[in-house]
């Protein structure tokens, strides 16, 4: 097993976009295959790695360095600590899977772009490789990297491909809001950087591997001060309220294929960030800020979903819902234990896919019918019933229906709130103690799933559904075979999810795990025991003692 | 052999959905094939159905045909099936309906695949929640029903089918709403989904201890997730006050559609209350039963009564539901009323009950209960059926605008009034026996509720009543004249139902003794 499979699944997308750059101009549309190969290797390999973890789960309590798997470690700048390591565990394997299929997906939908193929199809892969990146970083420096290799052809691709009424504001948007994030993320990391060496003993000096990190213990002052920062910096990337604001701009303006990985991916990459460098290395201040977190997290789900339902513009409701979805994804973060973690993992790739389906669809029918105004669309079932379809499929998962993937994820993610309830806490931010309202944030947040039922089912009924007006629609061109293979692709493992949650549960299990019991161990010093429990625990001592 | 023979029940739930897929990918311009096969499809499906009935084993008369795999287990639950005698006839009642139901829509033209696809999807949701013995297998199933239905109406529907669709949509998923979030906080207090596990752990949980995870006690919580409960299949059932959605929905359905809404997808709201509201809060739903049976009455004197208003004849059929419903719930509340005093915290002396009577008595108004619901299934299919007839004719369900059309279509004419007088609850037909048993049974709990409940059952007389005469008799009206006669495919709709119904109304107790061991059994 010494075969550098996660460096081939990274960086092949870049030696890809290298030779597409290569290419003659006159043979621009060699460059889409040449993407294509990058992609379905990606998805080959990972695909199998997926598979093959899952065939030798690790036992649970096992510690979080030995459950990262295909590890390759080459020095790099070793004398700083920086290192170019790589490694997945449970839960960054299934998002490494999922960014392979929904690249694939996105090469696929963008075969018809007839503006510089060259240079989209090299964009694309370089955004492809920097998402690939950060899930398998095991270098918190590496880590930064390529979160900033990710934003950069973001940028670039909004503004030249993008939708041309908004494509400069939004793009600037995105990147301001990214950028910055990333960079209040960063200072706190430096300074955490310099004090890793006292607090991990076992540290060989000062390093960026995060394996040690992941072993520190940050005394609990620094612990409250620099989680906030390094937890918000990362969570605008996932839409976190109230620096979500960017977000719908940017799906809305970005061509077809970066508004699939954008939603699909690039947010969970925040939530990924902000879990792996958080609160897996400063669960104390996790503890502290999540009673807090947890209701900005509310106030995605809810509000995002009331905005999406005001929404004419197609893509606009869908990256509403997203921000809704994601507040969810955040929220069982903010639950602090394992049901609440599982369902965030299911809940990332399940968001990950519906929302990069419903941008392919959304895609499909602007290209066609050159307006993605629900004022103005109806009867598109006729025309398009492919894309129908796939879009009552993906809305259906989005309302949480029973059998497909979001309910999966949600029912974990509303017990974990629920459970959450649990936790006595004080002298956490502004004294919220999660026994007092998390039953609350359960009852008002399952009060989105209305919501998203009501928007998705207008949104279905009038676009789709409606009355049919020959005249406007009668020469909309149908989709290819190859659009209808990416709907079913999509389409299949949505189902296969919902159906069967044993494919991607366990792993998911498996690679929550340590950081869970991290925060549950951090948990037990905000715990306020009452007075019999008190007793018990003195008594226990005492017999320890004696 | 032996594997579809241990997997039966598996196989049964899930053929539908095999069977849809299959239609799916049939070419879309052969309209009479996707037709063909879907039907034929159901019918193999029905053998299934009608194979699980004969295998049943009456002598135990617990559940049968069990299985269970694990599905979820990060959060504890499995894939557990398995029917008992309550559940049986419903998953029979249900596999006969469908093949109908498809028969009867041969005549839909427009996006026929879709609607056959839609139509198999709604069986296998419709038995998998009989069948459901797990409370995430049975939500999944609850709201995966919901869709189908939706569509059904939304796209065949009739003039007003937005609105109509919308409001079932959203009324039934907010009264599930509660239910989710009740099964979330069972699931947590006692760490299992499983329904026969649950009878006993939530069942035995101390009222005054403290659930950790609200800071309320178990009896507040049992209290607030009866209600939801109680909500959500209440709106299903539908008692009054939650039946405002039916007639809506009823109306705007097409004809099959409203076939399958009454004849099988209200039947999942009443048992609901047999399989779980009751069962999982036995002092709950003793200390309610009495208000339940209240709704009860009022169900069948207002539906009677609003019936009897109405001047469009599907309408009228479908007030005629709740009507009918009505003593469904009452043969529950009686149930509720003496499983309460048994199972719950009062803890009767078994003999003392049985002293009194009581027992006896709510044996024979359960059993009414089911057979009721049996009975009403094939009945409002029948008569949806004969409406949608009339109306693929005319045009029109108007009342006033009818009159004569027996001497117009003799046969038609004798088919409604045979179907008409088996709702009717005529003796020797299948309503007779149902809700005769249930009054019956309820007449020693509650005397009061069952004595107003007749003011209702007059009703039921005066509605059918004139449904047949606006329609049937009188001057016959020269617009109708030279109506076309029913089709042989409508013939072989309409007569399998007319040959149950008379069965079970000369003989009910083939299907009676079934459904009286296995609640012989849950009463003791």
């Known amino acids: ?546 | 052999m032996d594997f579809i023979q241990q997997n039966i029940l598996t196989i049964t739930i899930f053929l539908p959905l095999a069977f849809a897929l299959i239609v799916f990918l049939l070419p879309d311009d052969d309209k009479m094939l996707i037709r063909r096969m879907a039907f034929l499809f159901s019918i193999i499906v029905m053998g299934f159905g009608i194979a699980m009935w004969f295998l049943y084993d009456r002598s135990n008369a617990g559940i049968q045909f069990a299985q269970r795999v694990d599905w979820f287990p990060a959060i504890g639950s499995s894939y557990h099936v398995g029917l008992d005698g309550i559940s049986l006839p419903m998953v029979l009642l249900t596999v006969i309906l469908t093949p109908l139901g498809i028969l009867a829509s041969f005549d839909i033209e427009e996006r026929v695949k879709m609607y056959m696809t839609l139509f198999l999807i709604m069986e296998m949701a419709s038995i998998g929640l009989f069948a459901a013995l797990d409370m995430m297998i049975f939500f999944i199933f609850w709201e995966f029903g919901l869709v189908p239905m939706y569509f059904l109406i939304r796209l065949w529907g009739g003039k007003d089918r937005v609105y109509a669709s919308f409001k079932f949509f959203i009324y039934t998923m907010a009264g599930s709403l509660g239910l989710l979030l009740s099964i979330q906080i069972m699931g947590l207090a006692t760490g299992t989904f499983d329904i026969p596990e649950l009878y006993q752990r939530w069942v035995a949980l101390d009222s005054a201890a403290v659930i950790p995870v609200v800071n309320l006690s178990v009896g507040t919580v049992k209290w607030v997730a009866f209600i939801a409960f109680f909500l959500a299949f209440a709106i299903k059932v539908p008692i009054w006050p939650f039946h405002t959605w039916l007639p809506d929905a009823h109306t705007q359905a097409p004809t099959a559609g409203s076939m399958m809404l009454a004849g099988v997808l209200l039947k999942l709201g009443a048992y609901g209350f047999l399989r779980l509201v009751i069962p999982l809060f036995p002092d709950q739903a003793y200390l309610s039963a009495s208000v339940l049976a209240f709704l009860g009455m009022l169900s069948i004197v207002l539906g009677g009564f609003a019936a009897y208003g109405q001047w469009d004849f599907k309408r009228l059929v479908a007030y005629s539901s709740i009507n009918h419903m009505g003593f469904v719930v009452l043969g529950i509340a009686v149930f509720a009323w003496v499983y309460g005093l048994q199972y719950g915290s009062p803890n009767y002396d078994a003999a003392a009950l049985e002293q009194l009577g009581y027992v006896t008595d709510a044996v024979m108004a359960t059993n009414g209960a089911v057979l009721q619901m049996f009975n009403h299934g094939l009945s409002a299919a029948g008569m949806f059926f004969l409406v949608g007839v009339i109306y693929d004719r005319a045009h029109t369900r108007d009342l006033k605008r009818f009159g004569g059309i027996w001497s117009i279509l003799p046969v038609y004419g004798g088919i409604l009034i045979f179907t008409s007088m088996a709702s009717l609850g005529l003796p020797g037909l299948n309503g007779f026996p149902g809700e005769f048993t249930i009054t019956r049974g309820a007449w020693g709990i509650f005397t009061v509720q069952v004595a107003l409940s007749m003011i209702g059952l007059l009703m039921t007389g005066a509605y059918v009543l004139k449904a047949i005469g606006e329609t049937l008799h009188g001057p016959i009206k020269p617009e109708w004249r030279g109506l076309p006669a029913m089709t042989f495919r409508e013939h072989c709709v309409i007569w399998p139902l007319m040959i149950l119904m008379l069965s079970l109304g000369l003989w009910p107790q083939w299907l009676q003794s079934t459904i009286d061991y296995t609640v012989s059994l849950l009463l003791g």
């Not at chain 1, 409250?224 to 309220?241: D, E, K, Q, T």
């Not at chain 1, 999406?308 to 955040?330: C, F, N, P």
């Not at chain 1, 037990?524 to 005492?542: E, F």
């Open chain 1, 1 to 546: 097993m010494n075969f550098p499979f996660l460096s081939v699944i990274t960086l092949s997308p870049i030696a890809a976009a290298i030779v597409i750059m290569l290419l003659p101009k006159e043979r621009g549309e060699n460059a889409r295959m040449l993407g294509l190969a990058a992609m379905i290797l990606g998805l080959v390999l990972s695909t199998a790695l997926y598979i093959d973890y899952n065939m030798n789960l690790p036992a649970p309590g096992t510690p979080w360095a030995d459950t990262l798997r295909y590890v390759e470690e080459i020095p790099w700048v070793a004398s700083i600590g920086i290192n170019y390591i790589l490694g997945v565990d449970g839960l960054s394997l299934t998002l490494v899977l999922l960014t392979a299929i929904v690249g694939l997906g996105g090469v696929l939908i963008s075969w018809g772009v007839e503006d510089r193929p060259r240079e989209f199809y090299a964009f694309f892969m370089l955004l492809v490789a920097g998402v690939h990146g950060v899930f398998v970083a095991v270098d918190g420096f590496l880590l930064f990297f390529f979160y900033e290799v990710a934003v950069l052809p973001m940028y670039v691709m909004i503004v030249i491909w993008g939708w041309k009424e908004r494509r400069e504001y939004a793009a600037m948007k995105l990147t301001l809001y990214i950028l910055i994030g990333s960079f209040i993320a960063l200072i706190p990391f430096l300074i955490l950087y310099f004090q890793l060496p006292q607090v991990n003993p076992s540290a060989p000096g000062l390093t960026f591997d995060l394996r040690y990190w992941a072993e520190a213990n940050f005394d609990a002052a620094t612990q409250r001060l620099w989680f906030l920062p390094i937890f918000v910096g990362f969570g605008a990337l996932a839409g976190m309220f109230p620096f979500h604001n960017w977000s719908p701009d940017g799906h809305v303006a970005a061509p077809t294929a970066v508004s699939m990985i954008h939603a699909g991916v690039l947010m969970k990459l925040g939530a990924y960030a902000a879990m792996r460098v958080g609160i897996q290395v400063l669960p104390e201040g996790a503890v502290y800020w999540m009673p807090f977190i947890i209701l900005l997290t509310l106030v995605n789900v809810v509000y995002g979903a009331l905005i999406a339902m005001r929404q004419r513009d197609m893509k606009y409701m869908i990256g509403y819902s997203s921000v809704s979805h994601m507040g969810l994804v955040v929220m069982g973060f903010a639950a602090m234990n394992l049901e609440g973690f599982i369902g965030s993992g299911i809940q990332m790739v399940s968001h990950g896919l519906m929302t990069a389906m419903f941008f392919a669809c959304v895609g499909m029918i602007y290209d066609r019918a050159h307006t993605r105004s629900m004022d103005e669309l109806s009867g598109m079932m006729k025309v398009q019933p492919w894309v129908a379809v796939a879009f009552v499929i993906g809305g259906l998962v989005s309302m949480g229906m029973p059998g497909l993937s979001g309910f999966v994820a949600e029912f974990p993610i509303f017990m974990g709130v629920w459970r959450g309830g649990e936790m006595n806490l004080a002298n956490t931010a502004f004294g919220l103690n999660p026994a007092s309202f998390y039953y609350w944030v359960a009852i008002i947040s399952v009060l989105g799933i209305i919501i998203t039922a009501a928007y998705i089912l207008r949104a279905i009924a009038s676009v789709f559904f409606g009355d049919y007006d020959e005249h406007a629609w009668h020469d909309m061109k149908p989709i290819l075979a190859i659009d209808k293979f990416t709907l079913v692709m999509f389409c299949v493992t949505l189902i296969g999810i919902g159906m069967f949650p044993r494919v991607i549960a366990p792993i998911v299990e498996a690679g929550v795990q340590p950081v869970v019991e991290r925060l549950v161990a951090a948990r037990d010093i905000y715990t306020v025991w009452n007075d019999v429990q008190h007793i018990g625990a003195g008594i226990l001592a005492w017999l320890g003692g004696a």
